[in-house]
């Protein structure tokens, strides 16, 4: 069983692991502690020069001991890199329904040191809290940032306090579906990789938007270089996503991508250089109704509540 990412917590992982043994599944710099903080009945890991080694006083396996145990007595955490995850799914899911929690998605609530950060960056972070649009969006802000998962190089950036991946991706990534997977926000193509990485040859279609020039030119490029190993098909839409097509202001941050929010200028302050006009297109104009999707990724700059308030979204 893969819980969905909001029950991906500490406490949920401790509620669990007091009531079924507990598994790791790769060994990372986080294992010594883990075993020394909750134990574990195995650790396993396909390096074969780890096995019979020890961490903790837990011998190191092959995952094929997996096979071996009992799925409804048993949590596995996975501590391996993402680009593993999909064969140790595979495997899991061969073995038995097996209750799986992501090293990648509890770390944050792991780790401490990020809480002397989040209290000397409060008045910053209620700042940003400012220009969203609604409460929902700043709840999933105060996630955002409990979660260090945005990773932002601006002038909020010093609340990045390890180096560490911009996104997390959803368990159900790892699994191969029928149709299109939109990537709002393309940039150059790091969210390409992820998901070319990830699914292998399996994705057949990637759909990005992206405003900037330059950055078109990238794609562009990496869409020539994805040819020479992955047979799907990389279609790129070079404007932003709104709620309507024309152009919409956009101010140009020094040190970040910027934001499409009025009152982000002001909240910028002196790291706003200039705000630019920028061509927008809506998910419907682009999608046609017969184009099936089956994921979406949006970092889009703060227009991510205007891109989905249409006919489409609805369903």
Not at 130 to 139: E, G
Request: proline share 3%; aromatic share 10%.
């Amino acid at each position: 069983m893969r819980l969905p990412e909001y029950r991906q917590t500490m406490r949920e992982f401790e509620r669990q692991i007091g009531e079924k043994d507990l598994v790791i599944w790769g060994k990372n710099k986080a294992c010594q502690e883990l075993c020394a903080r909750y134990g574990a009945r195995y650790i396993l890991d396909r390096n074969d020069e780890l096995c019979d080694t020890k961490i903790g006083g837990i011998s190191i396996s092959m995952p094929e001991k997996i096979y071996g145990l009992e799925p409804s007595k048993t949590v596995v955490l996975l501590c391996m890199a993402e680009s593993s995850y999909r064969e140790a799914l595979r495997v899991l899911d061969e073995a038995g329904h097996f209750t799986v929690f992501f090293w990648n998605v509890l770390q944050d609530a792991f780790l401490s040191e990020f809480s002397a950060a989040l209290y000397d960056h409060m008045e910053r972070i209620r700042g940003i809290q400012k220009v969203l649009w609604d409460d929902y969006s700043k709840k999933v802000l105060q996630e955002v940032v409990c979660r260090r998962i945005c990773g932002l190089k601006s002038g909020y950036g010093d609340l990045k306090v390890r180096n560490e991946i911009q996104y997390i991706f959803p368990p159900a990534l790892y699994s191969k579906r029928e149709g299109a997977i939109l990537d709002l926000g393309g940039y150059i193509g790091d969210s390409v990789d992820r998901f070319v990485n990830q699914l292998g040859g399996e994705a057949d279609k990637i759909i990005t938007f992206e405003a900037w020039e330059e950055n078109v030119r990238r794609l562009e490029e990496k869409r020539e270089n994805l040819k020479e190993y992955w047979k799907g098909e990389l279609e790129i839409v070079p404007c932003a996503v709104a709620d309507r097509s024309g152009t919409v202001p956009f101010s140009v941050h020094r040190k970040a991508a910027g934001c499409f929010l009025p009152a982000y200028k002001e909240a910028g302050g002196a790291d706003v250089v200039e705000q630019v006009s920028v061509e927008t297109t809506t998910i419907d104009e682009v999608i046609p109704d017969t184009e099936k999707v089956w994921y979406i990724k949006m970092d889009i700059e703060g227009a991510e509540y205007a891109a989905l308030m249409l006919d489409s979204a609805e369903g």
